[in-house]
């Protein structure tokens, strides 16, 4: 199962934690794997672009995301992500999580 952890205050996402396998395919064919990787990296490109030194990422077996310099576009970004994650995890609840903690 991939697990998206996410805190937050009052709303405001402050970090996010992409980790595990969906184990919905084959490797290489595994479409939720593929959905929710896309949608990481690409949350991740789009802050390093749209909104440079706002937040430290990572990306190796995990994507990680933390919120450094908060603003009104940093959160429009991680709020699409989320949405996008839980239009996933709602067609999908075998294989994707999302833990929200305030």
Not at 8 to 33: E, Q, T
Request: charged share 25%.
């Amino acid at each position: 199962m991939i697990h998206v952890r996410v805190t937050g205050n009052r709303g405001s996402v402050k970090s996010v934690r992409i980790s595990g396998h969906a184990y919905a395919g084959d490797p290489g064919k595994d479409l939720i794997c593929a959905a929710v990787s896309s949608i990481g990296t690409g949350t991740m490109n789009a802050l390093d672009e749209m909104v440079p030194d706002t937040c430290e990422l990572k990306l190796n077996e995990n994507i990680e995301i933390r919120v450094i310099q908060d603003s009104r576009d940093v959160q429009l970004i991680l709020n699409a992500m989320l949405i996008q994650l839980k239009t996933i995890a709602e067609e999908y609840p075998k294989y994707l999580e999302i833990d929200r903690k305030e």
